[in-house]
């Protein structure tokens, strides 16, 4: 690993960070995981660390070429649920990371933010994209505020200090290892376990998703000298509505209830999020389909729960 160019990377034992270590790993990086949990892969460098802590965050960027800054209060209901750990975290956080690696005089700061910061631009507006002003007159969820506050530092970072920065807008991801409580997570395990799934609002809302192994190349492309200074949508190409999500679900786990409930408060808006410029800039695209992509996501919970496809049929035959 000593000839290969070192990249850190906050949040590197969560769901997405693990998967944007194999990209890392698989395109000759080597890797240094700022983590309190320890990584999953073995090829890492891991140095347990809290971003809270200035001092010990700044020693492990030291001689990198750049930080990927992943780690964050990302679950909006814990978000709402503990809106100062969340400012304290997702704000002070990333005001850490560009403060420890502007000391140690380290490489760029890639910041992973989301496409639920168009939530803070003119409602009105049914398509966006990386231009798009966002707008304080705006009833917001404060997880947003957080990110948008996030994108604002590296960009002050940069006209401050010189420091430059890549923001990755995600879409919704989705994809094996992700967190329990994400829609499609917990459609999987309901289903799995026979319960009834239960869809906020009517289930007609619709979302971009995009698999996680497809936002993970993006980050290795992040990297590229055209992408310094830059934002993009990392977002997946075709509308999916929550509805679909059971439905797909259904057909691959088997017989399943669905039920509707009502809306959750500060939801994102529908609006169509334009990826283009990561396409043109990057030369990214998705490449797994929403449906590829729940099959893959179906075969691991599998293998996870330790079942096989006639232990399915099986349940579909009354064995539930």
Same mark, same amino acid.
């Given at each position: 690993?000593?000839?290969?160019?070192?990249?850190? &990377?906050?949040?590197?034992?969560?769901?997405?960070?693990?998967?944007?270590?194999?990209?890392?790993?698989?395109?000759?990086?080597?890797?240094?995981?700022?983590?309190?949990?320890?990584?999953?892969?073995?090829?890492?460098?891991?140095?347990?660390?809290?971003?809270?802590?200035?001092?010990?965050?700044?020693?492990?960027?030291?001689?990198?070429?750049?930080?990927?800054?992943?780690?964050?209060?990302?679950?909006?209901?814990?978000?709402?649920?503990?809106?100062?750990?969340?400012?304290?975290?997702?704000?002070?956080?990333?005001?850490?990371?560009?403060?420890?690696?502007?000391?140690?005089?380290?490489? *760029?700061?890639?910041?992973?933010?989301?496409?639920?910061?168009?939530?803070?631009?003119?409602?009105?507006?049914?398509?966006?994209?990386?231009?798009?002003?966002?707008?304080?007159?705006?009833?917001?969820?404060?997880?947003?505020?957080?990110?948008?506050?996030?994108?604002?530092?590296?960009?002050?970072?940069?006209?401050?200090?010189?420091?430059?920065?890549?923001?990755?807008?995600?879409?919704?991801?989705?994809?094996?290892?992700?967190?329990?409580?994400?829609?499609?997570?917990?459609?999987?395990?309901?289903?799995?376990?026979?319960?009834? &799934?239960?869809?906020?609002?009517?289930?007609?809302? %619709?979302?971009?998703?995009?698999?996680?192994?497809?936002?993970?190349?993006?980050?290795?492309?992040?990297?590229?000298? %055209?992408?310094?200074?830059?934002?993009?949508? &990392?977002?997946?190409?075709?509308?999916?509505?929550?509805?679909? &999500?059971?439905?797909?679900?259904? %057909?691959?786990?088997?017989?399943?209830?669905?039920?509707?409930?009502?809306?959750?408060?500060?939801?994102?808006?529908?609006?169509?999020?334009?990826?283009?410029?990561?396409?043109?800039?990057?030369?990214?695209?998705?490449?797994?389909?929403?449906?590829?992509?729940? *099959?893959?996501?179906?075969?691991?919970?599998?293998?996870?729960?330790?079942?096989?496809?006639?232990?399915?049929?099986?349940?579909?035959?009354?064995?539930?």
């Amino acid at each position: 690993m000593t000839n290969q160019p070192l990249v850190a &990377i906050t949040g590197g034992s969560g769901f997405i960070g693990s998967h944007v270590i194999d990209a890392l790993r698989d395109a000759g990086y080597a890797v240094r995981v700022l983590d309190p949990r320890e990584p999953l892969r073995k090829d890492v460098d891991w140095v347990p660390t809290d971003i809270m802590d200035l001092a010990g965050l700044t020693e492990a960027v030291r001689g990198t070429e750049a930080t990927f800054h992943l780690a964050a209060m990302a679950d909006v209901n814990d978000v709402f649920a503990r809106p100062a750990d969340s400012v304290a975290l997702n704000i002070q956080g990333t005001a850490n990371v560009l403060e420890a690696t502007r000391i140690a005089e380290a490489g *760029k700061v890639v910041l992973a933010s989301t496409v639920w910061v168009y939530a803070a631009s003119d409602p009105e507006l049914a398509d966006v994209d990386e231009d798009t002003q966002f707008d304080p007159n705006t009833d917001r969820h404060l997880y947003v505020t957080t990110k948008v506050a996030a994108e604002m530092m590296c960009r002050d970072y940069r006209h401050l200090y010189g420091r430059p920065y890549t923001v990755l807008r995600y879409g919704i991801p989705f994809g094996p290892r992700m967190r329990d409580n994400i829609v499609s997570a917990a459609f999987f395990l309901r289903a799995l376990r026979g319960e009834t &799934i239960r869809i906020d609002g009517d289930g007609r809302q %619709q979302r971009f998703f995009v698999f996680v192994k497809d936002l993970a190349r993006a980050h290795v492309l992040a990297l590229e000298p %055209q992408a310094e200074n830059e934002t993009f949508n &990392i977002e997946g190409s075709v509308p999916i509505s929550i509805r679909q &999500i059971a439905e797909t679900v259904q %057909q691959l786990v088997g017989n399943t209830v669905v039920e509707f409930g009502p809306s959750r408060p500060g939801d994102l808006a529908a609006r169509v999020v334009h990826a283009e410029k990561a396409r043109d800039v990057l030369g990214w695209e998705p490449e797994v389909s929403f449906e590829e992509g729940m *099959k893959i996501t179906f075969e691991w919970y599998l293998q996870r729960l330790g079942l096989t496809r006639d232990d399915q049929l099986a349940d579909e035959d009354g064995g539930r």
